[in-house]
């Protein structure tokens, strides 16, 4: 047998089971896909901040006279 195929007979039989544990475990699977999906928008929204703060000149408090 070659390693090829070795790893794909692996990967065939881990989304197997990770099918039939996603049927069973229906509810925490949608839960994990929840906290992914919120991870995202967290980290897009922190970069779209990021950037407008970079966009935005500084401020300065001085008194002009």
């Keep these: 047998m070659s390693t090829a195929y070795i790893l794909q007979t692996v990967f065939e039989i ?5 099918l039939v544990w996603a049927i069973f475990h229906e509810d925490r699977l949608i839960a994990f896909e929840e906290r992914i999906a919120a991870g995202i928008r967290r980290r897009k ?21």
């Excluded at 881990?14 to 990770?18: N, V, Y």
């Excluded at 922190?46 to 407008?52: R, T, V, Y």
């Design 14 to 18: 881990l989304a197997g089971a990770g």
């Design 45 to 65: 929204k922190l970069h779209i901040m990021k950037s407008q703060r970079l966009e935005q000149p500084e401020r300065r408090n001085h008194i002009a006279g």
